[in-house]
């Protein structure tokens, strides 16, 4: 089983940063890809940033250029740095870890924390 506990969110005016961080625990040997996904009300949830173990990485077209996704593995721990943050970014964030190669199918990321919320107002 891998826990994993996002922090970091909050409120922002529109153009601000925020970093997100998800701390993962248990046994993670077997986690190839975790990624950030939010979902803001009303909407569906979508994918927002994965991360390869080797680094590689994944964004979606609104994002790019704006966030970045890392990972520490020695810490076991999940960024985003998000920044030029928009209105339309305000969701609750959640990371989420897969063991297979990264994709927006959210069924395959067996593992899910339990969002932290952002709000950028205008």
């Known amino acids: 089983q891998v826990q994993l506990v996002e922090s970091g969110g909050g409120s922002v005016q529109a153009g601000g940063s925020l970093r997100l961080s998800c701390a993962a625990s248990?046994?993670?040997?077997?986690?190839?890809?975790v990624g950030w996904f939010r979902q803001a009300p009303g909407q569906e949830r979508e994918g927002v940033a994965a991360i390869t173990t080797g680094g590689s990485t994944y964004y979606a077209d609104s994002v790019k250029g704006r966030f970045t996704i890392s990972r520490d593995n020695a810490k076991k721990t999940l960024y985003l740095q998000m920044n030029s943050l928009k209105p339309e970014d305000a969701a609750m964030y959640y990371c989420?870890?897969?063991?297979?190669?990264?994709?927006?199918?959210?069924?395959?990321?067996?593992?899910w924390g339990q969002g932290t919320q952002v709000t950028v107002s205008s």
């Open positions: 248990g046994y993670t040997y077997n986690v190839y890809c």
């Open positions: 989420a870890a897969s063991q297979l190669v990264c994709s927006w199918y959210q069924p395959q990321y067996k593992y």
